[in-house]
């Protein structure tokens, strides 16, 4: 094979490699568990988090000092926030890992649903007795955002 053949050779199985991949990728993400592809649950997980991080923001936001304190604003979105919360279980019924979900989310002896279970039920007692005071709020955030990246670090690529 003279040099430019074997250029040639090397760019054909490239393009092979990238094709296979490629359909690879397509299927995968198509496969379906729970009647449902594994893009489907990617989306609705990512969905239900952006909105927990979007009702969650304002009081965040308070809790740094970058907004005033304002009772009736934390009682609302901590309203919002459990209702959210409370939506998210539902999201990983199904042995789904795709995205930034990783499969040991649903491998035996995974804490993950516990963790899960002990931030929802975190963000209940947060709407049921909201934060009064500032003290207070930086402190349920902070420890709201601790089980945000704890379950992270562990579970999400
Ligand atoms: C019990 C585990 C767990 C807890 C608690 C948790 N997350 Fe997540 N989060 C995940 C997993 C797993 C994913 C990846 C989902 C996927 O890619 O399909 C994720 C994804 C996200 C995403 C989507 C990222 C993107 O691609 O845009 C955001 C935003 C997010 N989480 C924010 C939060 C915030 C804010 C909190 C806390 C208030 C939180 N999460 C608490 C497990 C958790």
């Not at 430019?4 to 397509?26: E, P, T």
């Not at 927990?52 to 009081?59: G, M, Q, Y």
């Not at 901590?78 to 539902?90: D, E, H, R």
Request: charged residues 20%.
């Amino acid at each position: 094979m003279n040099l430019k053949s074997h250029r040639m050779f090397v760019l054909i199985v490239m393009v092979i490699l990238l094709v296979m991949g490629l359909l690879w990728y397509q299927l995968n993400w198509n496969r379906k568990v729970n009647g449902e592809t594994l893009g489907y649950w990617h989306q609705i997980r990512v969905d239900g988090f952006s909105t927990l991080r979007k009702e969650l923001r304002p009081v965040s936001e308070m809790a740094k000092g970058d907004l005033p304190f304002d009772a009736a604003k934390v009682e609302e979105q901590s309203m919002q926030v459990f209702a959210i919360a409370q939506t998210l279980p539902s999201r990983f019924i199904a042995n789904a890992p795709s995205g930034d979900a990783l499969p040991g989310i649903w491998a035996k002896g995974s804490d993950f649903n516990e963790r899960l279970a002990r931030f929802v039920e975190q963000t209940q007692a947060l709407s049921e007795k909201p934060p009064s005071d500032y003290q207070q709020l930086r402190l349920a955030i902070d420890q709201l955002q601790t089980h945000c990246s704890e379950c992270h670090k562990l579970y999400r690529d």
